[in-house]
């Protein structure tokens, strides 16, 4: 099928928000978080733990966030010969990350809740100063204010949860080819991955459970709702279409276009299914 949504005024809004999501993104990372009163009992006990290099460093993080996209939209259109399905997972999965990496941002700067090893990032000798005013490095400073949520967390989940939901519904995992275990592993695969990215932040002491727990909610629950902007429903029978391409059959079908009368075969009558053209299967399943 050839390329539904052309360039156009709507595809220019799209790009256009997203340039600004990821300007807003960029401008939150350099702001300075509120600067949380903590009580010494506080910096002796809940924020003392070691200072640890991560287990999975930003560099690592990005290339997995980044990677997800372009294998998906690959796998759309070399395999499945499929461009329009490779153009709009681009555009469920870079709003997902655009309004996820905002609303991250947001809840950090306005939380400011310092991280694990915050007492070594303050005084990074040791020794604890009277007035607890802080004598290490300031960006480090900044950065340990900036714990609630976890960003690595969101982001795993918000990149992979795109993944996930495109793979189960490329696989009818919970549609017409439920009830097969591969499927369903398959779908569960990259939210593995995201799990195992999240849980390493408690690790290497750079969050709290906490942190952990509901930035991993905010990346899937905001990877499922852009995903479900663009995708029918993962328990329909057009789980995996696109909705340009359901939308634009769905007209024809309405305007009388396509054959959709019942075919008789072997004295039976066929179903018909009009945004399949009267087919029980097609490409997408």
Same mark, same amino acid.
């Given at each position: 099928?050839?390329?539904?949504? /052309?360039?156009?005024?709507?595809?220019?809004?799209?790009?256009?928000?997203?340039? #600004?999501?990821? /300007?807003?993104?960029?401008?939150?990372?350099?702001?300075?978080? @509120? *600067?949380?009163?903590?009580?010494?009992?506080? $910096?002796?006990?809940?924020?003392?733990?070691?200072?640890?290099?991560?287990?999975?460093?930003?560099?690592?993080?990005?290339?997995?966030?980044?990677?997800?996209?372009?294998?998906?939209?690959?796998?759309?259109?070399?395999?499945?010969?499929?461009?329009?399905?490779?153009?709009?997972?681009?555009?469920?999965?870079?709003?997902?990350?655009?309004?996820?990496?905002?609303?991250?941002?947001?809840?950090?700067?306005?939380?400011?809740?310092?991280?694990?090893? @915050?007492?070594?990032?303050?005084?990074?000798?040791?020794?604890?100063?009277?007035? %607890?005013?802080?004598?290490?490095?300031?960006?480090?400073?900044?950065?340990?204010?900036?714990?609630?949520?976890?960003?690595?967390?969101?982001?795993?989940?918000?990149?992979?949860?795109?993944?996930?939901?495109?793979? #189960?519904?490329?696989?009818?995992?919970?549609?017409?080819?439920?009830? /097969?275990?591969?499927? %369903?592993?398959?779908?569960?695969?990259? %939210?593995?991955?995201?799990?195992?990215?999240? $849980?390493?932040?408690? #690790?290497?002491?750079?969050?709290?459970?906490?942190? *952990?727990?509901?930035?991993?909610?905010?990346?899937?629950?905001?990877?499922?709702? #852009?995903?479900?902007?663009?995708?029918?429903? %993962?328990?329909?029978?057009?789980?995996?279409?696109?909705?340009?391409?359901?939308?634009?059959?769905?007209?024809?079908?309405?305007?009388?276009?396509?054959?959709?009368?019942?075919?008789?075969?072997?004295?039976?009558?066929?179903? /018909?299914?009009?945004?399949?053209?009267?087919?029980?299967?097609?490409?997408?399943?």
């Amino acid at each position: 099928m050839p390329l539904i949504r /052309s360039a156009s005024f709507n595809l220019f809004i799209e790009i256009l928000i997203r340039i #600004c999501l990821l /300007s807003a993104f960029c401008y939150m990372e350099t702001m300075t978080p @509120f *600067v949380r009163v903590i009580h010494e009992a506080d $910096l002796e006990t809940e924020y003392k733990y070691p200072r640890r290099e991560s287990y999975v460093p930003s560099g690592a993080l990005w290339a997995i966030v980044l990677s997800v996209p372009f294998t998906l939209s690959l796998l759309a259109w070399a395999v499945c010969n499929d461009c329009n399905d490779a153009l709009e997972i681009l555009l469920a999965w870079s709003l997902a990350l655009g309004i996820n990496g905002v609303l991250t941002d947001s809840v950090k700067l306005i939380a400011g809740r310092p991280r694990p090893d @915050f007492f070594y990032r303050c005084f990074p000798d040791g020794v604890e100063r009277p007035d %607890l005013q802080c004598t290490g490095d300031p960006l480090d400073i900044m950065e340990g204010r900036k714990s609630f949520p976890s960003g690595h967390s969101s982001l795993s989940f918000c990149s992979l949860g795109v993944a996930a939901a495109w793979a #189960c519904g490329r696989l009818r995992a919970l549609g017409r080819r439920r009830g /097969s275990s591969a499927r %369903l592993l398959a779908s569960l695969a990259p %939210l593995a991955l995201a799990a195992a990215v999240a $849980l390493s932040r408690t #690790c290497d002491y750079h969050h709290h459970w906490q942190d *952990v727990l509901v930035g991993s909610i905010l990346g899937y629950t905001t990877a499922i709702f #852009c995903y479900r902007q663009y995708y029918n429903p %993962l328990s329909s029978d057009l789980a995996g279409v696109p909705y340009v391409v359901s939308n634009l059959n769905l007209a024809k079908y309405v305007s009388g276009k396509p054959d959709v009368s019942p075919v008789k075969g072997d004295g039976k009558e066929l179903e /018909s299914t009009p945004l399949l053209n009267g087919r029980k299967e097609d490409k997408w399943i």
